[in-house]
C-alpha cells in the first residue's frame, strides 16, 4: 500500500508541475464545490472524452463537447480555461489509473503478483485505447504533454526497478540481473504489447486473457523466478495459431 501511494504521488507531481505553469492562478477556473457544479463538471469531462477520441485533439472543439454534456458554450469556462487544459486533466486521469496498481491481496505470490499487474495495465488500456492513441499523438507535438509522459514513466519504471530488487533481496529473482535495465526493458515490453494488442489490426489474432498469461511467463522467466511445477506446462494456443495467413 506505501509503494502504491508513493507511485501515485509521484506520477502526480509531474501532472501538477504541467499545471501550475499552464496559466497563471488567477486564470484558474472553479472545480465545482457544490454538488450541481461537480456533476457539471464531470459531465464536461465525460463529454471531452468522447469527443477527443472521436475527433482527435485537433479537430476536437469545445461546442461540440458542450453539446454533447447537454451544457451551454459560456459554462464550459466557468469550469476550465480551455481545450487544452480539459485534455490534459484527461489525460492525467487516464495515465494515472493506467500506472497506479491496486495492492495485491496478501497471500499473492510473487508471480500472482506480476500477472495482476500486466492484466490490470492491459485492461485500463483497452478500456482506453482511442484516447490512449490520442495521446500519443499530441505528445509528439506537445513539449509539456510529451514530458510529463516521460516523468509519469520514469516513477513507474523505478516502483518496477524497486520491486525487483526486492525480489532480488528476498532470493526469489535472479540477482545477476540489473534491476534497472530489467524494469525498462520489461515495463517496455508490455506498454508495446497494449499499444500492438488495442490500436493496430493485430495481425496474430492476440486476445487480453493470453497476453497476460504470456507477458508473465516472460517477465517470469526473465527474472528468474521459479515456476511451481503445476505451472510448468505451456498454456494457451499453439503458436502456429497465432502466424498470419499468407
Not at 66 to 86: M, N, P, R
Not at 179 to 196: D, I, K, P, R, S
Not at 221 to 233: F, H, M, Q, S, T
Request: aromatic share 8%.
Amino acid at each position: 500500500m506505501q509503494e502504491r501511494t508513493e507511485l501515485r504521488a509521484a506520477v502526480s507531481n509531474a501532472s501538477r508541475g504541467r499545471r501550475d505553469t499552464d496559466a497563471p492562478e488567477k486564470q484558474r477556473r472553479g472545480t465545482g464545490r457544490t454538488i450541481r457544479g461537480r456533476q457539471t463538471r464531470r459531465q464536461l469531462l465525460d463529454a471531452a472524452k468522447v469527443v477527443f477520441e472521436r475527433d482527435g485533439f485537433v479537430h476536437a472543439r469545445i461546442v461540440d463537447i458542450c453539446d454533447l454534456a447537454g451544457i451551454s458554450h459560456g459554462s464550459f469556462y466557468t469550469y476550465f480555461v480551455s481545450k487544452e487544459e480539459i485534455f490534459n486533466e484527461i489525460t492525467d486521469s487516464v495515465e494515472l489509473d493506467l500506472l497506479t496498481l491496486d495492492p495485491a491481496p496478501e497471500d499473492a505470490d510473487p508471480i500472482e503478483r506480476i500477472r495482476l499487474a500486466n492484466e490490470h495495465y492491459l485492461r485500463v488500456y483497452g478500456a482506453n485505447a482511442k484516447l490512449m492513441r490520442v495521446i500519443h499523438q499530441v505528445s509528439t507535438i506537445d513539449e509539456r504533454v510529451r514530458e510529463t509522459r516521460i516523468q509519469r514513466q520514469d516513477a513507474f519504471g523505478r516502483a518496477i526497478e524497486r520491486r525487483v530488487r526486492h525480489l532480488q533481496e528476498a532470493g526469489i529473482a535472479d540477482p545477476t540481473i540489473d534491476a534497472a535495465y530489467a524494469a525498462q526493458a520489461l515495463g517496455g515490453m508490455v506498454a508495446y504489447f497494449a499499444e500492438y494488442l488495442f490500436n493496430t489490426n493485430n495481425l496474430f489474432g492476440f486476445d487480453l486473457d493470453g497476453a497476460t498469461e504470456q507477458l508473465t511467463r516472460i517477465w517470469t522467466n526473465a527474472l528468474g523466478i521459479p515456476v511451481p511445477a503445476e505451472d510448468d506446462a505451456p498454456s494457451g494456443d499453439p503458436r502456429a495459431d497465432h502466424r498470419p495467413s499468407g
